[in-house]
């Protein structure tokens, strides 16, 4: 369309129906290690299916250079390295198949968009000045944890006045959005639960390689690279923020949770103050995120308020919607009209 039609422009500029790029690049964290897996998975004889999902692959890798992200090419590379680690010589179908595809995505970059000079994100990796905005929100992460550290300022109050009401929602990182929302305690016991609970589970997974086939073998390498890059672009990106990766997360996640192997050594049958107490979080737990559920009915107020705060006439997603706390209230949104 773009060489037959002069007004439409070349991708991304074209327009990709995601309000930010980097969230179509989210979607390509989680999904580029699954797709040499299925390349690994699938059976030698079916040559069409093997090629069709590896010229997939290509376009991906073909897609990043053009959206000049280095988010996903780090998290890549995290992901390689660790596989590479984890599950030696029997990760190397995967890592080879994954380096053809970046190879062959490269080409096909040149292809389509280039005029004959190296991907933009090449000059983008050699600038040092580009990380300030970065470091700047971290800062902001930081100075509400300190302000804060017992149980965080909140969830999405990193963008409540007179932080980054306008300019950002989440800090691109992770573990300081909850550090800076939920506090030190919760975020020490987020942080340990999550690489406890990862090890062991690509700790099994590595073992269990040994003695199976390859063919079983792609599906883990391919799932323990998805988790494992998605974990290192959280902590440079929004990752867990977005939607479409909130999905992958509940998918990928679940997936790995569903194939870990509990074991446990016999124990007495639990007493009944134990199930009393989990009664009691469970019922608990329901009251908090059903008193929540009355916001949804002022999601238009919100989205009126916002627009009346600032000189934008965009919204800008944050978590699941466009978030302002108390819009009924005046003075907060005179508060919303400063900078931060």
């Known amino acids: 369309m773009h060489l037959t039609t002069e007004e439409i422009k070349l991708w991304p500029e074209g327009g990709t129906n995601y309000v930010n790029i980097r969230f179509f690049n989210h979607y390509q964290t989680w999904t580029l290690p699954l797709l040499a897996g299925i390349v690994v998975v699938l059976p030698k004889t079916w040559k069409t299916a093997r090629g069709g999902v590896f010229g997939l692959m290509a376009l991906w890798w073909a897609l990043i ?10 998290a890549m590379g995290v992901a390689a390295v660790g596989v590479g680690l984890l599950f030696r010589r029997r990760a190397k179908p995967w890592l080879l198949i994954q380096a053809a595809g970046l190879l062959a995505g490269l ?31 971290w800062t902001t992460s930081l100075e509400l944890a300190w302000a804060h550290p017992w149980f965080g300022a ?5 963008a409540w006045p007179p932080f980054h009401f306008a300019t950002g929602a989440h800090p691109h990182n992770a573990l300081l959005q909850w550090l800076a929302e ?20 690509m700790r099994q997974e590595a073992r269990a390689a040994k003695r199976a086939s390859g063919e079983a073998n792609g599906i883990r390498v391919a799932l323990v690279g998805s988790v494992l ?6 902590m440079v990106s929004g990752l867990l923020v977005t939607p479409i990766s909130q999905v992958f997360l509940a998918l990928v996640g ?11 050594e016999p124990t007495t049958a639990p007493s009944s103050m ?3 107490v989990l009664c009691v979080l469970l019922v608990v ?24 705060a600032v000189d934008r006439n965009r919204f800008s997603p944050r978590y699941w919607g466009q978030g302002f706390l108390h819009v009924r209230d005046p003075e907060v949104i005179d508060r919303a009209r400063r900078d931060r």
């Not at 250079?65 to 780090?74: K, Y």
């Not at 890059?229 to 959280?234: D, E, G, L, Q, V």
């Not at 679940?254 to 446990?264: D, P, V």
């Not at 908090?288 to 009346?308: C, I, M, P």
């Open 65 to 74: 250079f053009a959206s000049n992200v280095r988010g996903t090419i780090v």
């Open 107 to 137: 080409l096909l970059y040149y292809l389509l968009f280039s005029a004959g000079k190296s991907p933009p994100v090449v000059e983008k990796f050699s600038e040092g000045g580009t990380y300030s905005g970065r470091l700047q929100l």
């Open 154 to 158: 909140g969830p999405m109050h990193f």
């Open 182 to 201: 939920w506090g030190l305690p919760s975020t020490v016991v987020m942080t340990g639960l999550a690489v406890w609970g990862g090890w062991r589970w």
């Open 229 to 234: 890059a998605a974990a290192s672009h959280a």
């Open 254 to 264: 679940g997936w790995a949770w569903g194939r870990y192997q509990f074991q446990q």
């Open 274 to 276: 134990s199930h009393a």
């Open 285 to 308: 737990a329901m009251g908090v995120v059903g008193s929540s559920l009355k916001d949804l009915t002022t999601v238009d107020e919100r989205r009126d308020a916002l627009l009346e």
